[in-house]
Structure formats: C-alpha cells, structure tokens
T-cell receptor
C-alpha cells in the first residue's frame, strides 16, 4: 500500500472549515484514499473514501487531485467534537475477503472556541 | 446496527493470569480484525479473520491467541502477558468483499498488565 504524509498537527476555529491535507504521491491506480478519525481513547471512526472523483457525505468532503497524488479532507463547519487525530490511509483490497488498514501517524486537529 | 461491541472496556490482569477479550458484530460482516494501539501511537494490525478462517497473523507472540467461533464473534485469548503488552486493543469488522469497503471499529478494551 502507498505511504501517506500528513502534517502532525493543525488548529481550526470553531465554525470554520477545517482542511486536512494528505500526500500520497506513490498511489497506484487501484488504490483508494480512506479517511478515519480517532477521538481520544475511542476506536477509529470511518469518515469517507474515494478513488478518483471528489466525494461528499454528511460528515465531510474529500477532494482528490487529478493526478491522485494528494487529497484534502474538508470538515465544512468544525465543532469542538471534531477534535481528533485524522488518519489518511491508502489501500487496495489485495485478497478477496478482507482489506487491512495501515495507519500512519495522522494529523491531530484541535478545534478551539 | 453499525456497532462493533467489545467487552470488557477495561481489564487489569497479572502476568500469570488468563483472560479473554470479546468482540461482537451483527452487520453480517465476514472479515474481522484485531488491532493493538500503544499510547500516542497509531493502531497496528495483529490478526485478520476472513470467513472465520485466520488469514493474517502479523508475527504476534503466541501469548495472544485469536479465535473466531462464528461469523459474529471474535475473541482474543491472553496468557502470560508482559507489562509492555498494556495497550488499547481494538476490534474491527468489514463486509469481506473486495474493492472499496470501510471497516467499523469497536471502542476498544484498555488492557493493563501488572
């Protein structure tokens, strides 16, 4: 699976958009970009994933560059409850039946009042 | 129901004890995973079960013994652990299809070995 690079930490004011970047310059054509977050002492929570096109759900938007070498997770209106470590993961389902996640160090997002 | 339930939430055990961690999901998922997370580190994969068969063991010491009794349950049996095994143990499940599928995680068991 391709490696990812994320800034170790970011700050965001409550109510503002949080834009979390991720670099995955060695991504292969069949690898998806996944985003998870982990609020302190809880299990990781799935946010969103995409292959080529931009994606949006009730939690966030995912913008993938045309060359797929980087992506940005956007939380449109950050709240204090969005304070968490955000993981960008690139993976491919290698073997039918399961697909593992390799977590990097992630970005610690701190949302402040 | 999109929950993965782990019990117990907290566990303190001595180095000579035998204990088990339990994980349950009722989403019909056919792949289940154990991850270990040390403080201030990302989760690391330990085991993968696919269709109730052990598919991946990431060179985990034999004092950790996984078991998948059926498609909804996953256990992790612990024996003769060391203090450095203290960590958050996370269970996850995914549908088991190829392609793009997300994994759902439980809240974890916080294990302390004394």
């Amino acid at each position: 699976d391709a490696k990812t690079t994320q800034p170790p930490s970011m700050d965001c004011a409550e109510g503002r958009a949080a834009n979390l970047p991720c670099n995955h310059s060695t991504i292969s054509g069949n690898e998806y970009v996944y985003w998870y977050r982990q609020i302190h002492s809880q299990g990781p929570q799935y946010i969103i994933h995409g292959l080529k096109n931009n994606e949006t759900n009730e939690m966030a938007s995912l913008i993938i560059t045309e060359d797929r070498k980087s992506s940005t997770l956007i939380l449109p209106h950050a709240t204090l409850r969005d304070t968490a470590v955000y993981y960008c993961i690139v993976r491919v389902a290698k073997i039918p039946g399961y697909s593992t996640l390799t977590f990097g160090k992630g970005t610690m997002l701190l949302v402040s009042p | 129901d999109t929950e993965v339930t782990q019990t117990p939430k907290h566990l303190v055990m001595g180095m000579t004890n035998k204990k088990s961690l339990k994980c349950e999901q009722h989403m019909g998922h056919r792949a289940m995973y154990w991850y270990k997370q040390k403080a201030k580190k990302p989760p690391e994969l330990m085991f993968v079960y696919s269709y109730e068969k052990l598919s991946i063991n990431e060179s985990v010491p034999s004092r950790f013994s996984p078991e998948c009794p059926n498609s909804s349950l996953l256990n992790l049996h612990l024996h003769a652990l060391q203090p450095e095994d203290s960590a958050l143990y996370l269970c996850a499940s995914s549908p088991g299809r190829t392609g793009s599928t997300e994994a759902f995680f439980g809240q974890g068991t916080r294990l302390t070995v004394v």
